[in-house]
């Protein structure tokens, strides 16, 4: 069984920053993709930056240039670091993993989410 927990949300204003943290923990024996996913009120979830176990990163246009994710493989966890924050940038988010399992087995992308982080961007 495989846990993800995210934290770091909160409101800030426009143009602030935040910094989310995504920790795996369970039985998750190597980490290959991690990624942040989020989810805005009436709107479906959408993949947001994701970082491979080589760290190549990849972002989703409306974030390139203001959301970084970097991770932490030792400690099995991934960053976020977001700025100049809009107000569409409030959401739910959700980090999620891949990877091999202890017991051999593999987990897929997008099969264990965690509780997400409130990021709010109001004035």
């Known amino acids: 069984q495989v846990q993800l927990v995210e934290s770091g949300g909160g409101l800030v204003q426009p143009g602030g920053s935040l910094r989310l943290s995504c920790a795996a923990s369970?039985?998750?024996?190597?980490?290959?993709?991690m990624a942040w996913y989020r989810q805005a009120p009436v709107k479906e979830r959408e993949l947001v930056a994701s970082i491979t176990g080589s760290g190549r990163t990849n972002y989703a246009e409306s974030v390139k240039g203001r959301l970084t994710i970097s991770r932490d493989n030792v400690k099995k966890t991934v960053y976020l670091q977001m700025s100049s924050l809009k107000l569409e940038d409030t959401a739910v988010y959700y980090c999620?993993?891949?990877?091999?399992?202890?017991?051999?087995?593999?987990?897929?992308?997008?099969?264990?989410w965690g509780q997400g982080t409130q990021v709010t961007v109001s004035s």
């Open positions: 999620n993993v891949d990877g091999r399992l202890s017991n051999g087995g593999w987990i897929p992308l997008g099969s264990v």
């Open positions: 369970g039985s998750i024996f190597a980490i290959n993709m």
